[in-house]
Nanobody, 126 residues
């Protein structure tokens, strides 16, 4: 059974940092065969793509609002993907989800993703 577990959320002051982790297990193919994306959804807003990494070649994609503040990375020894978030502001408050898709990244088409984690709450106080 494929499982993705997102954790690392919490309450942080504006300007602060958090590192989210997405631990994966149970893939029928190799970890390298998947891309892992981070998405977020704030109350009353649509889900939006934050970042994605293709584990095979390490290529990354970021949402336009990230503006260099976040870094996505992958630890293949732990089958875990991280999202380092810096310079957080109140607009970053949301539930953050990680998801897996075969091979290639997309942060605009959520329907492509086959597996989703449970979400972790990020709250930024201003």
């Amino acid at each position: 059974e494929v499982q993705l577990q997102a954790f690392g959320g919490g309450l942080v002051q504006a300007g602060g940092s958090l590192r989210l982790s997405c631990s994966t297990s149970g893939f029928t193919l190799d970890f390298d065969d998947y891309a892992i994306g981070w998405f977020r959804q704030a109350p009353g807003k649509e889900r939006e793509g934050v970042a994605c990494i293709s584990n095979g070649d390490g290529s990354t994609v970021y949402g336009s609002f990230v503006k260099g503040r976040f870094i996505i990375s992958s630890d293949k020894t732990r089958n875990t993907v991280y999202l380092q978030m810096n310079s957080l502001n109140a607009e970053d408050t949301a539930v953050y989800y990680c998801a897996a898709v075969y091979l290639d990244c997309s942060i605009s088409d959520f329907s492509l993703y086959d597996y989703w984690g449970q979400g972790t709450q990020v709250t930024v106080s201003s």
